[in-house]
């Protein structure tokens, strides 16, 4: 089973340019997430995608981040413009509920950003 | 804020159970405690989760206090892959908004 494919896997730019970042959950998962993490943090949750419906984007900054996953599929996160404190690595996810209760997330490798 | 807390760090010598714990004495009845650990430079991988009972799969074995307000991974034969931060989370069983919601983690290292 393929895993969950993200690119690019490493950007560099300089601060007030935009960067877009690609995910492609594992086929069949209707469940989409997308987080940030920061060197010596924990992810942390930007948005929630429930086929292509915004579940949660309540820790989104909505001022300079944007996501969509328009067909339920593949999922786009864009930064416009970068600041300084946005260097982190963007990691997607994806999962499928098996049923009324559990189910794990599956990561994709990241793409670290460094905003210079 | 993240609703489990977990020791900063730990160290395991090779061939040697390593004793991950994690303490979520706020679980409540409907929530799972889920086990995921990050090696350098990946994303953070699935381990085991538990709802009340202990559980074992190929990767690990989860033990969760009666009460439920704690729990322990156990990594039966720690071997220098198993070097990575690991993280317990709770969530909920169905249902309702969730935020996962990872802390920092315990940075574990195998040593030889």
């Known amino acids: 089973e393929a895993g969950v494919a993200q690119s690019p896997r490493y950007k560099i730019i300089e601060k007030r340019q935009s960067v877009a970042f690609w995910c492609n959950p594992i086929?069949?998962?209707?469940?989409l997430y997308w987080y940030q993490q920061i060197l010596g943090q924990g992810p942390k949750l930007l948005i929630q995608?429930?086929?292509?419906?915004?579940?949660?984007d309540s820790q989104l900054p909505k001022d300079r981040f944007s996501a969509e996953r328009l067909k339920g599929v593949d999922s786009t996160l864009k930064i416009q413009p970068a600041k300084l404190e946005d260097s982190a690595v963007y990691l997607c996810?994806?999962?499928?509920?098996?049923?009324?209760?559990?189910?794990?997330?599956?990561f994709g490798p990241g793409t670290r950003l460094t905003v210079t | 804020d993240a609703k489990t807390t977990q020791p900063t760090s730990m160290d395991c010598a090779e061939g040697r159970a390593a004793n991950l714990p994690c303490n979520h004495s706020?679980?409540?009845?409907?929530?799972?405690v889920y086990w995921y650990r990050q090696i350098h430079s990946q994303g953070p991988q699935y381990i085991i989760h538990?709802?009340?009972n202990n559980e074992t799969n190929e990767m690990a074995s989860l033990i969760i206090t009666e009460d439920r307000k704690s729990s322990t991974l156990i990594l039966p034969h720690a071997t220098l892959r198993d070097t990575a931060v690991y993280y317990c989370?709770?969530?909920?069983?169905?249902?309702?908004?969730?935020?996962?919601?990872f802390g920092r983690g315990t940075s574990l290292i195998v040593h030889p």
């Open positions: 996810a994806s999962s499928f509920p098996q049923g009324a209760s559990d189910y794990e997330q599956y």
């Open positions: 086929s069949g998962h209707a469940t």
């Open positions: 995608f429930q086929n292509n419906g915004v579940v949660d």
């Open positions: 706020t679980i409540s009845g409907n929530e799972y």
């Open positions: 538990g709802l009340k």
């Open positions: 989370i709770v969530r909920p069983i169905s249902g309702g908004s969730y935020i996962p919601t």
